[in-house]
């Protein structure tokens, strides 16, 4: 089977997803965003600590990106609407600060235990699962509201732009409980912007980077070129 074949086959497989995905009832779509939820979750457990900032770098935006490409303007957002929701009840799975990192095993560096509970609320990361609701809600509209978003060029600059608003929400959040220690911890004074981006964006834009091409790279694969909803764009595609 020659490559322009498999790649006709998988685009009409992922089309009959994306339509599937489209029709289904509220409770199977709720079932897909709780499994990107469980994604999310696991992303946090993937960590690398830094010294200088209380912020790790986790895997989970990756998995934030791909929730809004495959469950679309709805449920992508919903994906991270439940992540947060089921952490701040209790299931550890946000990657907290490098306060007091617990390997999950003995010896096996990169993975360690995550937190939840309310006290996430009055945290220094709390901004980041904000920015993750948002960019998965801007990202996924994107993609059902236009085909023509779907193409390379646009997506690129859609995960970029989802990137960019968490590390703005968590940027901002950062500053208000570094400044402000919302009333849990006593504040830590000013903090100039130039300190503020090494802290909370500069060192998780390349490997944040790379997760981006990633999900390019299969978002250009699954996503349909081909009206699947009620697209504006649905019968020129331009």
Known sequence: ?????????????????????????????LGLAGLFACLTGFGALIKIYLPWTPVPITGQVFFVLASAVVLGKHYGGLSQVLYAFVGILGVPWFAGSNTSPDP??????????????????TGATFGY????????????????????????AYLGLLLVAGIGLVYLLGAVWFYAW??????????KGGLPLDSLLVKTVIPFVPLDLVKAAIVLGIGAVILPNRPFARERDAATGA
């Open 1 to 29: 089977m020659s490559a322009g074949a498999t790649i006709g086959r998988v685009r009409n497989a992922t089309y009959h997803f994306y339509r599937w995905r489209y029709e289904s009832a509220f409770l199977v779509n």
């Open 104 to 121: 999950i095993f003995a010896g096996v560096p990169g993975l360690y235990r995550g937190i939840g509970g309310f006290a996430i609320l």
């Open 129 to 152: 699962i904000l920015g993750f609701i948002a960019a998965a809600f801007l990202i996924g509209w994107a993609l059902d509201a236009r085909v023509r978003y779907r193409r390379p």
């Open 178 to 187: 570094w400044t402000t220690g919302f009333g849990v911890i006593a504040s």
